[in-house]
């Protein structure tokens, strides 16, 4: 089973500064008949479900600002909102869907500082 | 309007046995791959399984396999997990997921979920 793991765990930013969540796999995501990273990251608000920001690693969701943006290959990727918004609090997680059992990263608590 | 809603938690003793319901709109339901991702009080997302557009393929995760059944009626739009067995450990809020489009679209990321059902398990 893959498992992933994010850092930090919590994180508190300045509104309209950079904010930068990690995210590692314990094998590649990376699928090299098709050249994509199965990696999507997804943001979560207090009692709100789940709501998809990026998927294959760096490719924004319709709809979604373009402060988020999503980088990294094989096992390493990074998620980065540029200018942190008041409506950016939220948990925000990393999965795989490389293989099942697909597996979320634990979540960072992003906060403002 | 394209959604997904999830309906039959409740509270349950354990041992019991519940069956919970999503029904989909707005979109071809039966086109899909469907998931059940569930996450415990104040804990993170954890994937519980998964069926193609068809119904002729499952997946499990290993902390629920051989007690809990997914299957769809793709007539009535509706994708359900059918649980037995129940423990404490499996009190959470559920929630169904969409997945990848037809057979081919086999690994896909989740892109539409609903607001969840909490099921209980205690004495």
């Known amino acids: 089973d893959i498992v992933m793991t994010q850092s930090p765990d919590s994180l508190a930013v300045s509104l309209g500064e950079r904010a930068t969540i990690n995210c590692k796999s314990s094998?590649?995501?990376?699928?090299?008949?098709?050249?994509?990273?199965?990696l999507a990251w997804y943001q979560q608000k207090p009692r709100q479900p789940p709501k998809l920001l990026i998927y294959?690693?760096?490719t924004r969701e319709s709809g979604v600002p373009d402060r988020f943006s999503g980088s990294g290959s094989g096992t390493d990727f990074t998620l980065t909102i540029s200018s942190l918004q008041a409506e950016d609090v939220a948990v925000y997680y990393c999965q795989q869907y490389y293989s099942t059992p697909y597996s979320f990263g634990q979540g960072t608590k992003l906060e403002i500082k | 309007e394209v959604q997904l809603v999830e309906s039959g938690g409740g509270l349950v003793q354990p041992g019991g046995s519940l069956r919970l319901s999503c029904a989909a709109s707005?979109?071809?339901?039966?086109?899909?791959?469907m998931h059940w991702v569930r996450q415990a009080p104040g804990k993170g997302l954890v994937w519980v399984s998964r069926?193609?557009?068809?119904?002729?393929?499952?997946s499990y995760a290993d902390s629920v396999k051989g007690r809990f059944t997914i299957s769809r009626d793709n007539a009535k739009n509706t994708l359900y997990l059918q649980m037995n067995s129940l423990r404490v450990e499996d009190t959470a809020v559920y929630y169904c997921?969409?997945?990848?489009?037809?057979?081919?679209?086999?690994?896909?990321?989740?892109?539409?979920w609903g607001r969840g059902t909490l099921v209980t398990v205690s004495s």
């Open positions: 997921a969409r997945g990848g489009l037809y057979s081919g679209s086999t690994n896909w990321y989740f892109d539409l």
């Open positions: 294959w690693a760096s």
């Open positions: 707005g979109f071809t339901f039966s086109s899909y791959w």
């Open positions: 094998q590649s995501v990376l699928y090299s008949s098709n050249n994509k990273n199965y």
């Open positions: 069926i193609n557009s068809d119904g002729s393929i499952t």
